[in-house]
């Protein structure tokens, strides 16, 4: 049964795969990793910095796409996502702490990691 | 003609290897053991500064722990006339630092070689810090030996790393160590992709005036895909350098020996040829094995029941659509909009992962 099962799924699943884009795995990677500094910078509270990283991610997302690196199938939602970052993120100057409620500044932290 | 001794007498030197600005090497006879040892002696310079003469050694003697086919052997240690020496295997060939570009295969070939070395020194709880083409030799069989382990990290914690550092031996130093942060494994791997990027590509991953240029681009640039540069090199090939290159020791693979088989199942090579190089690898982690002696009909039999009912339910399904008709595209999902913005990246870059080769 479980013979049966295993060779039913296999055979009905390929075409399928076979039709899904994907993105190339280095260049996917190197934006992944850059939108991982923006978490991370924004986690720490350094919203200036996570802003310039958004925008050297964007700069690097529309660069891939005019080299066209990046399948027509993913480039809007790609394109949109990091624009849409970008615009959600400002920079707030860590010295000046004003907190809105949400904002956590743990001040200094970071070197003795 | 006189002749010069090391150590008592023990070594007589033959020839000098080479010479850096941290030591030299010589090509000596071994006269008790009646074998060519290769010995590095501290530079005059160096010996003179007690701290750095007392970690020389004790580095080199944590390195004489290490005994792998893929790493150069430290036979022996101690002083000579005032300057700390190192004994060890003498390893008759090239490094790579004497080669150009390679094959996309034999450079795996080699890589898989250095993986299994740098495994086993990180099982030992050594990290390298050094790994550069200078730093890998190359016997005349092709078996690849990784040199000078513990040699980085005596300069380091004497604080020379910085001004002994030159720009060629730069190109290969870690993000995480041009900012002076803590060196881990993931540091060896980095240095690793980024000598198989070279020697891949001819150029290093970042091209640099100065150390502070490097630290910049590697803050900020983007390393051009090797198969730009490159193009034969196989795609998977390439995912798995960049891999190895990512800037942040955390989305680098998880060790020497994952990085290893990220590229043995990327390279569009045999198996066998990979194999018959990179001798080192437990056999325990070979994927050939043979059946259990006992099991193997039952096995045969399985596989053929399977075979026959794929093949039973391939034509039925055949048989049941039409085979003219393409499969629709799936479309595809934009990333979750996350509450936050930190939320939205983090998204971004799983989906960016998911939707990777």
């Known amino acids: ?113 | 003609m006189t002749e010069t001794l090391l150590a008592a007498g023990r070594y007589r030197v033959e020839r000098t290897l080479g010479r850096g600005g941290m030591a030299v090497v010589y090509l000596a006879h071994d006269k008790e053991l009646h074998r060519l040892v290769a010995v590095k002696v501290l530079a005059e310079h160096l010996a003179g500064d007690d701290n750095f003469r007392a970690r020389f050694l004790q580095e080199s003697r944590l390195a004489g722990r290490l005994s792998h086919p893929n790493v150069v052997q430290v036979y022996d240690a101690g002083e000579t006339d005032g300057s700390p020496y190192i004994v060890m295997e003498y390893v008759s060939g090239d490094t790579l630092a004497q080669r150009g570009k390679l094959a996309h295969a034999q450079m795996v070939s080699l890589a898989l070689q250095a993986c299994a070395g740098l495994q086993h020194a990180h099982d030992a709880g050594l990290v390298h810090r050094d790994v550069k083409p200078a730093n890998l030799l190359l016997r005349e069989d092709d078996v690849l030996k990784v040199a000078d382990f513990g040699i980085a990290r005596a300069a380091e914690l004497t604080r020379l790393t910085q001004h002994g550092t030159v720009l060629g031996t730069a190109a290969y130093l870690s993000p995480e160590q041009a900012a002076g942060e803590e060196v881990t494994a993931a540091t060896d791997i980095y240095s690793l992709g980024a000598v198989v990027y070279e020697l891949l590509t001819g150029r290093p991953p970042y091209e640099f005036e100065s150390l502070a240029d490097l630290a910049a681009q590697q803050t900020a640039g983007v390393i051009t895909p090797v198969r730009d540069l490159e193009p034969s090199v196989p795609e998977p090939v390439e995912a798995a350098v960049m891999h190895a290159l990512a800037r942040d020791p955390r989305f680098r693979p998880g060790s020497a020996s994952d990085f290893s088989h990220e590229l043995a199942s990327a390279a569009e090579v045999p198996v066998e040829s990979l194999l018959a190089i990179a001798i080192t690898e437990p056999l325990h982690s070979r994927r050939y094995q043979s059946l259990p002696g006992g099991s193997t009909w039952l096995w045969i039999a399985g596989a053929a029941a399977v075979a026959i009912v794929a093949v039973v339910l391939g034509l039925l399904s055949i048989g049941g659509k039409n085979p003219s008709k393409k499969p629709r595209p799936v479309p595809i999902q934009a990333p979750v909009r996350g509450a936050t913005p930190a939320a939205e990246a983090r998204n971004l870059s799983a989906w960016l992962r998911a939707h990777s080769r």
């Not at chain 1, 280095?26 to 910095?49: F, K, P, Y």
């Not at chain 1, 066209?68 to 809007?76: H, K, L, N, V």
């Open chain 1, 1 to 113: 049964m479980a013979v049966l099962c295993l060779a039913g799924c296999g055979s009905g699943s390929k075409p399928r795969a076979a039709s899904q884009p994907k993105l190339p795995q280095a260049i996917a990677a190197a934006l992944a990793s850059r939108s991982d500094e923006v978490d991370q910078a924004l986690t720490a509270g350094d919203s200036c910095r996570a802003l310039s990283l958004a925008q050297q991610l964007q700069r690097e997302t529309v660069a891939a796409i005019n080299q066209r690196r990046i399948p027509g199938a993913f480039q809007e939602q790609l394109g949109s996502t990091v624009g849409d970052l970008v615009s959600r993120i400002s920079c707030v100057p860590v010295t000046k702490k004003h907190d809105n409620g949400k904002h956590k500044g743990k001040g200094k932290h970071g070197e003795g990691d």
